[in-house]
């Protein structure tokens, strides 16, 4: 509770008029540097990934028999993989697919759980119930074995993955945001909403989920690193990803692992891309949510 | 109190039944099954439909759904799984020896990550924003970011590279050889509990930070009393049950949830197992395994519960 007044101070300096978004940028890496630290990566990586056609020096999927596993240095950096494949090339490619797989799984996943967490709280009695029963069913699988079902029926691929991924984040959204959604539903603008007689459906989409923004962001934040690790462990195991794409966790599947004595680059370079990646979202989404939870603000 | 329990033993019997009819399902609409898995390996667009039914009779597929279904809790109830679609051996046989490997390593993993997260989290928290704080939130976050997988080949790497060494691949039981036993798993607990560790850890310097923030904290500190007595006897107690919780829960999950690492590291346990058995169709075994992940996370969340009314007595039994 004593974080209210420092709340208030704090977005009355951010509204001083001669504050440009450059300011706001300039208060956000001083007062939080390691979630502007965060936010850097993720720039980075969404610059690597939209210009991917124009920095990798080789065509990810080419394959040049001369060239195999080629150590770092000379013509390629990182080396080449088993097939000749220039592995810088092939990471650069790769944040496409992680950024593509970790930004729509958990759009997906938020998107389907906050509206089944508001509609939950907001009809409540035995809707909600039964709603709640149905989640502790999903809760109680790993997530990745619950990943894993949903792919051996879909079938690999870019767009079976995300929903795939999508789907353990579904219940884990719904929960956090119900919880905040209840105290929205005793709001007396909901109470207005129906007595102006407006439908469930205007009232849960326009009127209680903008209200329960906040906790909806920091879900889809944290999910986004936790999808990009989730893609990569699938890949791995080749019920991700298909081969030939660039995806990271593809890259230390196979022939990495068997050549890991002889061209350790191959196994090196793809996880520390994962990890850097999921280490920025990890970062921004800790920042976000000190910042748009006062509950859990620091000091 | 008794009452508390035995409601709350009782929630966990609709919940595994909805686990058990959504993995039943599930697996049904997965395209294939058992008997065309067999033969996919040995040819199968050769093998006469006949032939084909007369395998899916004898395993019973061939019957409704629903007769299925009651048939496979029918068993359960009278503790019997059945026997594997694939092998033919009973499935509490196929399941026993990786269940000592997955369990023993899930046991080290979290005694692992509860050593480390505990101490590192308190000082995080008593240390808030200095270094000392920075040091351990991007140690725990970077454990969050690293897959424990590639951890696992990086060690692996490490292991060959450096030292020429590498660790047993076949698993011997600890009651056989301890020695090679621990020489084996060991790695594996350490990638998968720095992960772990990382959860606890961060969990650990919230509530802290929480607790430290109370009246009676306050109170104790303006009446002179030691930071490490304050910490020690009156913190610790109302912010360690969170961590307790995660760290519970998640062992639950890495009994079935280690797919991946098994992988790498060449362990023939639960998850290796069920990644197996659902790319073969085998119905029954993946059924089993799903029901005993999901038994084990439920009564360790019943435990989790019971043990924190019991713990902390502002909470209520309703």
């Given at each position: 509770?004593?974080?209210?007044?420092?709340?208030?101070?704090?977005?009355?300096?951010?509204?001083?008029?001669?504050?440009?978004?450059?300011?706001?940028?300039?208060s956000?890496?001083?007062?939080?540097?390691?979630?502007?630290?965060?936010?850097?990566?993720?720039?980075?990586?969404?610059?690597?990934?939209?210009?991917?056609?124009?920095?990798?020096?080789?065509?990810?999927?080419?394959?040049?028999?001369?060239?195999?596993?080629?150590?770092?240095?000379?013509?390629?950096?990182?080396?080449?993989?088993?097939?000749?494949?220039?592995?810088?090339?092939?990471?650069?490619?790769?944040?496409?697919?992680?950024?593509?797989?970790?930004?729509?799984?958990?759009?997906?996943?938020?998107?389907?759980?906050?509206?089944?967490?508001?509609?939950?709280?907001?009809?409540?009695?035995?809707?909600?119930?039964?709603?709640?029963?149905?989640?502790?069913?999903?809760?109680?699988?790993?997530?990745?074995?619950?990943?894993?079902?949903?792919?051996?029926?879909?079938?690999?691929?870019?767009?079976?993955?995300?929903?795939?991924?999508?789907?353990?984040?579904v219940?884990?959204?719904?929960?956090?945001?119900?919880?905040?959604?209840?105290?929205?539903?005793?709001?007396?603008?909901?109470?207005?909403?129906?007595?102006?007689?407006?439908?469930?459906?205007?009232?849960?989409?326009?009127?209680?989920?903008?209200?329960?923004?906040?906790?909806?962001?920091?879900?889809?934040?944290?999910?986004?690193?936790?999808?990009?690790?989730?893609?990569?462990?699938?890949?791995?195991?080749?019920?991700?990803?298909?081969?030939?794409?660039?995806?990271?966790?593809?890259?230390?599947?196979?022939?990495?692992?068997?050549?890991?004595?002889?061209?350790?680059?191959?196994?090196?370079?793809?996880g520390?891309?994962?990890?850097?990646?999921?280490?920025?979202?990890?970062?921004?989404?800790?920042?976000?949510?000190?910042?748009?939870?006062?509950?859990?603000?620091?000091? | 109190?008794?009452?508390?329990?035995?409601?709350?033993?009782?929630?966990?019997?609709?919940?595994?039944?909805?686990?058990?009819?959504?993995?039943?399902?599930?697996?049904?609409?997965?395209?294939?099954?058992?008997?065309?898995?067999?033969?996919?390996?040995?040819?199968?667009?050769?093998?006469?439909?006949?032939?084909?039914?007369?395998?899916?009779?004898k395993?019973?597929?061939?019957?409704?759904?629903?007769?299925?279904?009651?048939?496979?809790?029918?068993?359960?109830?009278r503790?019997?799984?059945?026997?594997?679609?694939?092998?033919?051996?009973?499935?509490?046989?196929e399941?026993?020896?990786?269940?000592?490997?997955?369990?023993?390593?899930?046991?080290?993993?979290?005694?692992?990550?509860?050593?480390?997260?505990i101490?590192?989290?308190?000082?995080?928290?008593?240390?808030?924003d200095?270094?000392?704080?920075?040091?351990?939130?991007?140690?725990?976050?970077?454990?969050?970011?690293?897959?424990?997988?590639?951890?696992?080949?990086?060690?692996?790497?490490?292991m060959l590279i450096?030292?020429?060494?590498?660790?047993?691949?076949?698993?011997?039981?600890?009651?056989?050889?301890?020695?090679?036993?621990?020489?084996?798993?060991?790695?594996?607990?350490?990638?998968?509990?720095?992960?772990y560790?990382?959860?606890?850890?961060?969990?650990?310097?919230?509530?802290?930070?929480?607790?430290?923030?109370?009246?009676?904290?306050?109170?104790?500190?303006?009446?002179?009393?030691?930071?490490?007595?304050?910490?020690?006897?009156?913190?610790?107690?109302?912010?360690?049950?969170?961590?307790?919780?995660?760290?519970s829960?998640?062992?639950?999950?890495?009994?079935?949830?280690?797919?991946?690492?098994?992988?790498?590291?060449?362990?023939?346990?639960?998850?290796?197992?069920?990644?197996?058995?659902?790319?073969?169709?085998?119905?029954?075994?993946?059924?089993?395994?799903?029901?005993?992940?999901?038994?084990?996370?439920?009564?360790?969340?019943f435990?989790?519960?019971?043990a924190?009314?019991w713990?902390?007595?502002?909470?209520?039994?309703?």
């Amino acid at each position: 509770m004593s974080a209210t007044p420092q709340t208030v101070e704090e977005s009355g300096s951010a509204a001083e008029p001669r504050g440009g978004w450059m300011d706001a940028v300039g208060s956000f890496v001083r007062q939080r540097p390691l979630g502007a630290i965060g936010a850097a990566i993720i720039l980075l990586m969404m610059v690597v990934a939209a210009s991917a056609d124009l920095l990798a020096p080789y065509d990810p999927l080419a394959t040049d028999y001369g060239a195999m596993l080629r150590s770092p240095g000379g013509h390629h950096w990182l080396g080449t993989d088993a097939f000749g494949r220039d592995v810088l090339s092939r990471m650069i490619y790769g944040s496409r697919t992680a950024l593509m797989v970790g930004l729509g799984a958990s759009f997906l996943g938020a998107t389907f759980g906050s509206i089944i967490g508001v509609a939950s709280a907001y009809f409540g009695g035995r809707v909600d119930l039964f709603v709640q029963r149905v989640m502790d069913v999903f809760f109680a699988f790993p997530v990745i074995i619950l990943a894993l079902a949903v792919v051996s029926i879909l079938g690999t691929g870019v767009g079976n993955v995300i929903l795939a991924i999508a789907t353990p984040m579904v219940p884990r959204c719904a929960r956090v945001v119900r919880s905040s959604a209840l105290s929205v539903r005793e709001m007396p603008y909901v109470d207005a909403a129906r007595a102006a007689g407006f439908g469930h459906r205007r009232i849960i989409l326009r009127h209680m989920l903008p209200n329960v923004m906040a906790p909806i962001l920091i879900m889809a934040t944290a999910f986004l690193g936790e999808a990009i690790l989730l893609e990569a462990s699938l890949s791995f195991l080749g019920l991700g990803v298909n081969e030939p794409t660039a995806a990271w966790g593809l890259m230390l599947r196979g022939a990495a692992v068997e050549f890991a004595e002889s061209a350790p680059w191959m196994a090196f370079f793809p996880g520390l891309a994962i990890s850097l990646a999921v280490f920025g979202f990890n970062l921004f989404g800790d920042s976000l949510r000190d910042a748009l939870d006062p509950r859990l603000r620091t000091q | 109190m008794a009452l508390y329990i035995l409601k709350r033993l009782l929630a966990i019997v609709p919940t595994l039944l909805g686990v058990a009819v959504l993995i039943f399902l599930l697996l049904r609409v997965v395209p294939g099954d058992v008997v065309e898995a067999r033969y996919m390996g040995q040819g199968g667009q050769f093998q006469s439909q006949e032939l084909m039914q007369i395998e899916r009779a004898k395993l019973g597929l061939d019957k409704p759904l629903w007769q299925q279904f009651t048939a496979w809790m029918w068993g359960i109830v009278r503790l019997d799984f059945g026997l594997s679609m694939w092998t033919g051996s009973p499935i509490t046989d196929e399941i026993k020896l990786r269940f000592a490997l997955s369990l023993q390593l899930a046991i080290m993993a979290s005694t692992i990550a509860t050593c480390l997260a505990i101490p590192l989290g308190i000082l995080a928290a008593i240390k808030q924003d200095s270094w000392v704080d920075y040091a351990v939130r991007v140690f725990s976050i970077s454990g969050l970011a690293m897959p424990s997988f590639w951890l696992g080949i990086l060690m692996i790497l490490v292991m060959l590279i450096f030292f020429k060494w590498l660790p047993p691949m076949v698993f011997t039981p600890l009651w056989v050889n301890p020695w090679d036993n621990l020489a084996q798993l060991i790695w594996p607990a350490l990638a998968v509990g720095y992960r772990y560790c990382a959860v606890g850890t961060r969990m650990m310097r919230s509530a802290m930070l929480e607790v430290l923030r109370e009246d009676y904290i306050r109170t104790a500190r303006a009446k002179g009393l030691w930071l490490k007595l304050i910490v020690s006897r009156h913190a610790l107690k109302n912010a360690i049950l969170p961590v307790l919780t995660v760290i519970s829960l998640e062992f639950a999950f890495l009994l079935g949830g280690l797919v991946v690492t098994e992988q790498v590291f060449n362990l023939n346990g639960l998850g290796m197992l069920f990644v197996e058995s659902i790319s073969r169709r085998d119905y029954t075994l993946t059924q089993a395994l799903v029901l005993l992940v999901a038994t084990t996370f439920l009564i360790v969340n019943f435990v989790v519960d019971i043990a924190y009314a019991w713990i902390d007595p502002r909470i209520r039994y309703r």
